[in-house]
C-alpha cells in the first residue's frame, strides 16, 4: 500500500513547465510531453497512427491525459474537459498553438513598427524590450534577423546621438549582442 501512495506522489508533480496560457512556450512544452510519453512507451497515443496500431487501453489513456492535463494551465484545463482522447487533445492543443500566433502577430508586428530606443531610459530597457519583443515575433515565426534589430536600434536613435549611430554603423555589426 506504500508503494501507491508513493507511486501518486511521483506522479502528481510536475516534470516540466506547464503550458502556458498564452502558448508562448509550447515549442519547448510540446517537445517535454514528446520527451516524457516516449520514455513511458506511450507517445503513439498522440503521434499519427499508424495501420495496424493496437487501440489504447482505457487505463492509458487516461494516463496519457492525466500527463497531459497536469502540463497545461489550468485555464486550458477547464477548456479541454470534456476532451477524454489523448490523441484528440494534443491535436486541438496544436490547433489553439496556430490560434494563439494569429493573434499575436499583429500585435507584435505593431509593436515592432513603434520600437524606438530613444522612447527609453536606459539601454538596458530597451534590450529588454528589444528581447520580449523578438520572443515574440520567433513564437510567430517571424523572428527579426539581428541584421534588422541592429539596423532598428541605429535608425532610431535620437539625433544628438548621429556621431555614435555613424560610429556604430561604420563598425560593421552583425550580431545585435556586439553592438551593445
Same mark, same amino acid.
Given at each position: #500500500?506504500?508503494?501507491?501512495?508513493?507511486?501518486?506522489?511521483?506522479?502528481? @508533480?510536475?516534470?516540466?513547465?506547464?503550458?502556458? +496560457?498564452?502558448?508562448? /512556450?509550447?515549442?519547448?512544452?510540446? #517537445?517535454?510531453?514528446?520527451?516524457?510519453?516516449?520514455? &513511458?512507451?506511450?507517445?503513439?497515443?498522440?503521434?499519427?497512427?499508424?495501420?495496424?496500431?493496437?487501440?489504447?487501453?482505457?487505463?492509458?489513456?487516461?494516463?496519457?491525459?492525466?500527463?497531459? &492535463?497536469?502540463?497545461?494551465?489550468?485555464? +486550458? @484545463?477547464?477548456?479541454?474537459?470534456?476532451?477524454?482522447?489523448?490523441?484528440?487533445?494534443?491535436?486541438?492543443?496544436?490547433?489553439?498553438?496556430?490560434?494563439?500566433?494569429?493573434?499575436?502577430?499583429?500585435?507584435?508586428?505593431?509593436?515592432?513598427?513603434?520600437? &524606438?530606443?530613444?522612447?527609453?531610459?536606459?539601454?538596458?530597457?530597451?534590450?529588454?524590450? #528589444?528581447?520580449?519583443?523578438?520572443?515574440?515575433?520567433?513564437?510567430?515565426? =517571424?523572428?527579426?534577423?539581428?541584421?534588422? =534589430?541592429?539596423?532598428?536600434?541605429?535608425?532610431? #536613435?535620437?539625433?544628438?546621438?548621429?556621431? +555614435?549611430?555613424?560610429?556604430? &554603423?561604420?563598425?560593421?555589426?552583425?550580431?545585435?549582442?556586439? +553592438? /551593445?
Amino acid at each position: #500500500m506504500a508503494t501507491k501512495e508513493s507511486d501518486a506522489q511521483i506522479s502528481s @508533480k510536475k516534470e516540466f513547465t506547464e503550458l502556458a +496560457l498564452d502558448g508562448h /512556450n509550447f515549442p519547448t512544452w510540446a #517537445m517535454d510531453l514528446k520527451v516524457s510519453l516516449l520514455l &513511458r512507451g506511450m507517445y503513439k497515443a498522440i503521434d499519427t497512427p499508424k495501420q495496424g496500431d493496437a487501440p489504447l487501453s482505457e487505463p492509458s489513456k487516461y494516463h496519457i491525459l492525466y500527463i497531459i &492535463r497536469n502540463h497545461i494551465h489550468t485555464d +486550458l @484545463k477547464a477548456e479541454y474537459l470534456m476532451e477524454e482522447d489523448p490523441r484528440a487533445l494534443w491535436l486541438a492543443l496544436q490547433q489553439w498553438h496556430e490560434k494563439q500566433k494569429a493573434v499575436i502577430l499583429p500585435e507584435a508586428t505593431d509593436e515592432w513598427n513603434h520600437l &524606438r530606443i530613444q522612447d527609453f531610459k536606459s539601454v538596458n530597457e530597451y534590450n529588454h524590450a #528589444m528581447h520580449k519583443l523578438s520572443s515574440k515575433l520567433k513564437f510567430c515565426k =517571424k523572428e527579426p534577423s539581428d541584421v534588422e =534589430k541592429i539596423k532598428k536600434t541605429l535608425s532610431t #536613435m535620437l539625433p544628438p546621438q548621429m556621431i +555614435l549611430q555613424q560610429q556604430y &554603423r561604420e563598425r560593421g555589426f552583425t550580431v545585435y549582442s556586439d +553592438l /551593445n
